[in-house]
């Protein structure tokens, strides 16, 4: 499994930065896929859920109307669409695979890319 996050950097808040994760050593298009986060300080945090063909996604309370994930499963990459970004965003985004369904153990971890969001 590997899979390789790239799109973060430095925004002001209020922006947008849209992340990608490409995805390879695996059957892309049959697993879940994860975005988890890890703050200055903090320990990891889930941040969104997409079912394997992409019609079925779940977010964290914090990042809900603001954040889109979608998957490409013919390009094999997963993507997070962060809009109006606020300073508690500012994080390591970890792209993940999931063994299975939603809530099943993650098996598979990007190297992360990093968030910042500050004026």
């Given at each position: 499994v590997q899979l390789v996050e790239s799109g973060g950097g430095l925004v002001?808040?209020?922006?947008?930065?849209?992340?990608?994760?490409e995805a390879s050593g695996f059957t892309f298009?049959?697993?879940?896929?994860?975005?988890?986060?890890?703050?200055?300080?903090?320990?990891l945090e889930w941040v969104s859920d997409i079912n394997t063909s992409g019609d079925t996604t779940n977010y964290t309370d914090a990042v809900k109307?603001?954040?889109?994930?979608?998957?490409?499963?013919?390009?094999?990459?997963l993507y997070l669409q962060m809009n109006s970004l606020k300073s508690e965003d500012t994080a390591v985004y970890f792209c993940a695979k999931r063994a299975g369904a939603?809530?099943?153990a993650i098996n598979g971890w990007g190297q992360g890319t990093q968030v910042s969001v500050s004026s």
């Open positions: 002001q808040p209020g922006g947008s930065l849209r992340l990608s994760c298009n049959t697993y879940y896929m994860t975005w988890v986060r890890q703050a200055p300080g903090k320990g109307g603001r954040f889109t994930i979608s998957r490409d499963n013919v390009k094999n990459t939603v809530g099943t």
